[in-house]
């Protein structure tokens, strides 16, 4: 029994694909006599045609894996894509530098430790990349003995 037309039919009652169509093998002879698309619709509110529903994709790994992630976990050197300039480019690196450098001076500053020409001193140094942080910083003043305590 051919039964392609009757499919195609189906599918496109249904609005599913041609694969997704099933014919009730204890109906083949019901449903190969249905040659309109009225019958064909008969038949699938019969039931002798359905329709298998989709297949979804689990999500159940993903989403453990992204709870890992979430925690700072699978984050390791083989799951990286990019270089560590990629990841955190080298301006947002630069910024979070001299923001805290610049911070740090304004406070010794305002607190008395350093005076102004020492800060206006030490800002152009820090613009210019010479201190790597705060504590870099820190020990640059106190070699020097311009902080005062």
């Given at each position: 029994?051919?039964?392609?037309?009757?499919?195609?039919?189906?599918?496109?009652?249904?609005?599913?694909?041609?694969?997704?169509?099933?014919?009730n093998p204890n109906r083949l002879t019901d449903v190969a006599?249905?040659?309109t698309r009225s019958d064909v619709r008969t038949a699938v509110?019969?039931?002798?045609?359905?329709?298998?529903?989709?297949?979804?994709?689990?999500?159940?790994?993903?989403?453990?894996?992204?709870?890992?992630?979430?925690?700072?976990?699978?984050?390791?050197e083989g799951s990286r894509k990019g270089t560590v300039n990629?990841?955190?480019?080298?301006?947002?690196?630069?910024?979070?530098?001299?923001?805290?450098?610049?911070?740090?001076?304004?406070?010794?500053?305002?607190?008395?430790?350093?005076?102004?020409?020492?800060?206006?001193?030490?800002?152009?140094?820090?613009?210019?990349?010479?201190?790597?942080?705060?504590?870099?910083?820190?020990?640059?003043?106190?070699?020097?003995?311009?902080?005062?305590?």
């Amino acid at each position: 029994m051919d039964l392609k037309n009757q499919k195609r039919m189906a599918a496109d009652i249904m609005k599913c694909g041609k694969s997704r169509v099933k014919i009730n093998p204890n109906r083949l002879t019901d449903v190969a006599d249905a040659i309109t698309r009225s019958d064909v619709r008969t038949a699938v509110q019969s039931g002798s045609i359905f329709a298998v529903p989709k297949k979804g994709n689990s999500r159940g790994r993903i989403n453990s894996n992204m709870k890992q992630k979430a925690k700072g976990r699978q984050g390791g050197e083989g799951s990286r894509k990019g270089t560590v300039n990629t990841r955190t480019p080298r301006k947002t690196k630069w910024m979070k530098t001299i923001r805290a450098l610049r911070v740090q001076l304004r406070t010794y500053r305002d607190e008395g430790k350093i005076d102004r020409a020492t800060y206006r001193k030490f800002y152009r140094l820090t613009k210019g990349g010479m201190f790597r942080g705060r504590r870099n910083l820190e020990e640059h003043l106190r070699t020097e003995g311009l902080l005062r305590e």
